[in-house]
C-alpha cells in the first residue's frame, strides 16, 4: 500500500454481529493478513484500512470494528453513520450468533442506509467438525434479506479477501 497514491474514495464498511464471532480477526486478516492467538476482546481500535483497486478506480477501505459494544442495541447509530456496506458474522458453530442475525440486520435497517450493502459472513469454517448451521439455512436467509454471503475462516483465510473484495465491488456498482 502506496500512502501517496491518490485515492479516488473512501468506503466505510461496518463489521457487526454477536460477540466472539470471530468480527475482530476477520477484519485484522483483511487489513493486515494477520491471525492473533491472543487476541482480547476489542478495546480502543476503531477502524483498520486497506486501499484496494478496481476497475482503476483506488479505493480506501475505512472498516469499523465495535469495541465490544455487541450486546444487542448497544451498538450506537454513530457506527453506522456513513457506511456503505456491512460485514454481518456469525460464527458456524454457534447457532444462537446464527438465530440473532434478523436481530442485526433490523439493526442495520433502523440505523443504516436504506442502499447499505450486506454480507452475510459465516465465520470459523475450519471448524467443520463443530458445524452447527448448515450453509443451506444462511442461502435461504440471504436469499430472503437480499444479502451476499459467504463462509470465511480468519484463521485460515480461506474466502476472507474474496468476501470482502466482493462486497467492496457491490458499493462500487452503487456508487
Ligand atoms: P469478536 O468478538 O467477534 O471480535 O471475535 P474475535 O475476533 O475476538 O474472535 C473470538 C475468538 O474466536 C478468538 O479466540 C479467535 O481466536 C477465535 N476465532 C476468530 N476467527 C476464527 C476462525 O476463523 N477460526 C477459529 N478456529 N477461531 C477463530
Ligand atoms: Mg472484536
Keep these: 500500500e502506496n500512502e501517496h497514491e491518490k485515492i479516488d474514495y473512501v468506503f ?4 457487526i454481529g454477536d460477540s466472539a464471532v470471530g468480527k475482530t480477526q476477520i477484519l485484522s486478516r483483511f487489513a493486515k493478513n ?14 483498520q484500512t486497506r486501499t484496494v483497486t478496481i476497475n482503476g478506480k483506488v479505493i480506501k477501505a475505512q472498516i469499523w470494528d465495535t469495541a465490544g459494544q455487541e450486546r ?4 450506537t447509530s454513530a ?5 456503505l456496506g456491512a460485514m454481518l458474522v456469525y ?4 447457532r444462537p450468533s446464527f438465530d440473532h442475525v434478523a436481530r442485526w440486520v433490523e439493526e442495520l435497517r ?7 450493502v450486506i454480507m452475510l459472513i459465516g ?3 475450519d471448524l467443520v467438525d463443530l458445524r452447527a448451521v448448515p450453509p443451506a439455512d444462511a442461502v435461504e436467509f440471504a436469499e430472503d434479506q437480499g444479502l451476499f454471503f459467504s463462509e470465511t475462516s480468519a484463521f485460515s483465510g480461506e474466502n476472507v479477501e474474496t468476501a ?5 465491488e457491490e458499493i462500487y456498482k452503487l456508487i
Design 72 to 75: 444487542y442495541r448497544a451498538v
Design 79 to 83: 457506527y453506522y453513520r456513513g457506511a
Design 164 to 168: 470482502f473484495l466482493k462486497l467492496l
Design 34 to 47: 494477520e491471525f492473533c492467538f491472543d487476541s482480547k476482546s476489542t478495546i480502543g481500535v476503531e477502524f
Design 91 to 94: 460464527d458456524i458453530t454457534k
Design 12 to 15: 466505510k464498511v461496518v463489521v
Design 123 to 125: 465465520n470459523k469454517a
Design 110 to 116: 433502523a440505523h443504516a442506509d436504506n442502499s447499505i
